[in-house]
C-alpha cells in the first residue's frame, strides 16, 4: 500500500553533513513506524533510527548527537539529517514503515515496506 522512495545520498568527506529524504505514497492507518537502516558491504543491515506515529524517536547508539531524524506530515515525508559523518557511516540507506504496529524501533523484522535504497559514502 504505501510505496517509499529515498533521495538525497551521496559522496561527502569526513565531518560533512547530508540530509536524506524519503517520500511516501498511500496512506498510513494507525499505529505507523518509519525508520532508516543502513547496509555496508559485506554487513547486516542494521538500524541507524525511527520514528513512530506519536512522535516517539530511536536511535542507535553509534549516531546519537550526529543523526536527526523528522518527518512532515504536510509533504508525507520523512528526513535523515547526517551530521559530522564518518567513514564507518558508508552503506546504502534504506526507508522503512509498517502500519499497525505493536511497537516501533530499530529491529528490521518489524517493518514490511522498503525504499530502494540512496548510498552514502563517507570519505576520510
Known amino acids: 500500500q504505501v510505496r517509499l522512495v529515498e533521495s538525497g545520498g551521496g559522496s561527502v568527506q569526513a565531518g560533512g553533513s547530508l540530509r536524506l529524504s524519503c517520500a511516501a505514497s498511500?496512506?498510513?492507518?494507525?499505529?505507523?513506524?518509519m525508520g532508516w537502516f543502513r547496509q555496508a558491504p559485506g554487513k547486516e543491515r542494521e538500524g541507524v533510527a525511527g520514528?513512530?506515529?506519536?512522535?516517539?524517536?530511536t536511535y542507535a547508539d553509534s549516531v546519537k548527537g550526529r543523526f536527526t531524524i523528522g518527518k512532515d506530515n504536510a509533504k508525507n515525508t520523512l528526513y535523515l539529517q547526517m551530521n559530522s559523518l564518518k567513514p564507518e557511516d558508508t552503506a546504502m540507506y534504506y526507508c522503512?514503515?509498517?502500519?499497525?504496529?505493536?511497537?516501533?524501533?530499530?529491529?528490521?523484522?518489524?517493518?514490511?515496506?522498503w525504499g530502494q535504497g540512496t548510498q552514502v559514502t563517507v570519505s576520510s
Open positions: 522503512a514503515a509498517v502500519d499497525f504496529a505493536y511497537r516501533c524501533g530499530l529491529r528490521k523484522d518489524v517493518y514490511n515496506r
Open positions: 498511500g496512506y498510513f492507518y494507525t499505529r505507523y513506524c
Open positions: 520514528v513512530a506515529s506519536d512522535g516517539t524517536t
